[in-house]
């Protein structure tokens, strides 16, 4: 156990999928894994572990931000032997063409502004995920005919920002496609501990045209997200 997870020591597989939702996950274990077992409860951050087509994988929610985020990823990492982390999170969309329901894949994560978010030197720095798992992404994707937008990404610790969107002017006039709040921390925890890491998003708002998804619908519409995921992580 940990502090934060109660699992055992062998409980979870090498490659965990980390939704920030803990009934995201739940959804995800009941509606992709072959008998799915809750391993964690605490704090209620969920944890499961099953058979995706005959091979364990792993799910666990790690709450919102950053700092949440870290906490989850390094306990898994360091403790749990966790190898491959995937994350199945949400993000706003940046540009027109980032539509509500599309998916989003990280190909490089950096901070809001040059001011935002210097904190463990997680922005610093341009950070990417592995290679290998981009790679199998974006064939997965085209095999199942999903049309991901594949980008820069930029990662916030501040969810109502006093400047609102215009914070986000230099980022979109570097190209971003979209802002999260943990992708940036995924791939700079698993690069410290030698791990791959891929960071996959269902745009559920987009800054530039106000428009948002309903809360109601924010599990089923994981399903493209979840699908690519699931299948990243076993045919890796």
């Known amino acids: 156990m940990t502090p934060h997870i109660e699992a055992d020591k062998g409980d979870y597989a090498g490659t965990v999928l980390l939704p920030g939702d803990p009934q995201r996950a739940e959804w995800m274990a009941e509606t992709f894994l072959e008998a799915p077992r809750c391993i964690n409860r605490r704090r209620g951050a969920l944890g499961f572990t099953g058979l995706f087509r005959g091979k364990p994988v792993s799910i666990q929610a790690t709450g919102i931000g950053v700092s949440s985020f870290l906490i989850y990823a390094h306990e898994l990492l360091d403790f749990y032997g966790a190898r491959t982390l995937i994350r199945t999170g949400t993000c706003g969309g940046l540009t027109a063409k980032t539509k509500l329901r599309s998916l989003v894949i990280s190909q490089s994560a950096r901070a809001e502004s040059a001011q935002s978010g210097q904190v463990f030197g997680l922005y610093e720095a341009v950070a990417g995920p592995d290679p290998a798992l981009l790679a199998r992404a974006l064939a997965k994707a085209a095999e199942f005919g999903i049309d991901p937008h594949a980008g820069l990404t930029v990662c916030s610790d501040i969810?109502?920002?006093?400047?609102?969107?215009?914070?986000?002017?230099?980022?979109?006039?570097?190209?971003?496609?979209?802002?999260?709040?943990?992708?940036?921390?995924?791939?700079?925890?698993?690069?410290?501990?030698?791990?791959?890491?891929?960071?996959?998003?269902?745009?559920?708002?987009?800054?530039?045209?106000?428009?948002?998804?309903?809360?109601?619908?924010?599990?089923?519409?994981?399903?493209?997200?979840?699908?690519?995921?699931?299948?990243?992580?076993?045919?890796?």
Do not use: C, K, W
Not at 212 to 231: H, I, P, V
């Open 159 to 236: 969810f109502y920002h006093p400047e609102g969107r215009v914070r986000f002017v230099e980022a979109q006039a570097a190209g971003a496609l979209a802002v999260d709040m943990e992708t940036a921390a995924l791939y700079r925890i698993a690069a410290y501990f030698g791990a791959r890491a891929l960071s996959i998003l269902t745009v559920v708002d987009n800054i530039v045209t106000g428009e948002q998804t309903d809360y109601s619908e924010r599990q089923t519409l994981f399903t493209d997200m979840s699908r690519l995921a699931f299948a990243v992580a076993t045919e890796s």
